[in-house]
């Protein structure tokens, strides 16, 4: 299966080890973001990928080409226009210290600058079986909204399959009646979806949806309504100091969920991309929900203990990992 990625590159800034900005003169840099993140892992698993976006027109936009080359990701469908690209810097969290995390430069990147006008959606459709459509560009601007929801509609046309994640950010949606606009635009969204990955916190707080007796009538009913294949996620939880993630994966027939798993975290930005590439792999292999979700629930957690976003784990590792729990060493 040949995937394909819309969503925004970031230029992530990283102090090293786990200071925080006061204490460093130095920076990481790591070219990221939903798409690249996702593409890069299912090519570390053996798939096509290309990612679909708009880079800088300067040095900038032709380094962050070489990243996401240099992960495997084909660049024939990028472009290149305008001059700054969405930045973050990311402090990393120790102990009970979370994770910092500090945008700028989202609205005005070349990424959030470009509508549909910008992109050959046609190559995009005929080179993709897959195509993947971060949320977070209906947050962005009126320009990449527009964009997402061009393609989904061209790519649901073609009978493309459709994957999307909810990835509702509130520090991007903080004007007033904001939240209105915003259901409005992912329920224009969804019925163009296969794929779904989000929580049942999406569907009550953006979705606005009425709670039922339980969450898996809620998600079924989410299903049902917008014809969805595959609604998946993933649920943290906290014993003591020891945090644990589980993951779920619905079809309308059944669901399942994963083992819980215990997390050692050195980064745990870019793990949900980990899931998500998880699942999209059992998809691609036509795998049954319990041996997708187990799959995609190890994925994510060793994509916590791999510094910085992109996980580079390999289809293999996970698979040696879930047939040999406590193994700590492969030769």
């Known amino acids: 299966m040949r995937f394909a990625a819309f969503g925004e590159v970031m230029l992530r800034l990283s102090p090293p080890e786990y200071l925080l900005l006061d204490q460093t003169n130095e920076l990481r840099m790591d070219y990221t973001g939903t798409g690249v993140n996702i593409m890069a892992n299912l090519a570390q698993f053996g798939y096509e990928t290309s990612l679909v976006t708009v880079l800088p027109e300067n040095r900038l936009g032709q380094v962050a080409k070489s990243a996401i080359a240099k992960y495997g990701i084909k660049t024939d469908l990028l472009t290149f226009a305008h001059h700054h690209i969405g930045s973050y810097f990311a402090e990393n969290g120790y102990g009970a210290r979370p994770t910092q995390v500090t945008y700028q430069n989202r609205h005005h990147s070349s990424f959030g600058l470009s509508n549909q006008t910008a992109y050959d959606f046609e190559k995009v459709i005929t080179s993709a079986d897959l195509i993947q459509i971060c949320g977070i560009s209906l947050s962005l601007t009126d320009n990449t909204r527009d964009a997402a929801h061009a393609l989904a509609r061209k790519a649901a046309a073609s009978g493309k399959k459709v994957c999307f994640d909810f990835n509702f950010r509130p520090s991007l949606n903080t004007e007033p009646n904001k939240l209105a606009f915003m259901k409005e635009q992912y329920e224009a969204i ?34 049902e309504t917008y ?31 994963s083992r819980k798993h215990e997390l050692t975290i050195l980064d745990r930005i870019g793990a949900g991309d980990a899931y998500a590439a998880g699942i999209l792999t059992g998809y691609a292999e036509s795998w ?3 041996e997708t979700v187990e799959f995609a629930a190890m994925n994510a957690v060793l994509a916590h203990t791999i510094h910085g976003d992109v996980p580079l784990t390999t289809k293999e590792q996970v698979l040696t990992i879930l047939e040999n729990p406590g193994i700590d060493l492969i030769r």
């Open 227 to 257: 014809q969805i294949d595959w609604f998946a996620g993933t649920k943290r939880f906290s014993e003591k100091t020891q945090k644990q993630q589980q993951g779920f994966l619905y079809s309308r027939e059944e669901h399942v969920v």
């Open 190 to 223: 969804l019925p163009y979806c296969d794929i779904v990955f989000g929580s049942v916190r999406d569907l009550t707080d953006l979705l606005q949806l009425e709670q039922t007796d339980t969450e898996d009538e809620l998600i079924l009913q989410f299903m």
């Open 288 to 290: 049954h929900l319990k």
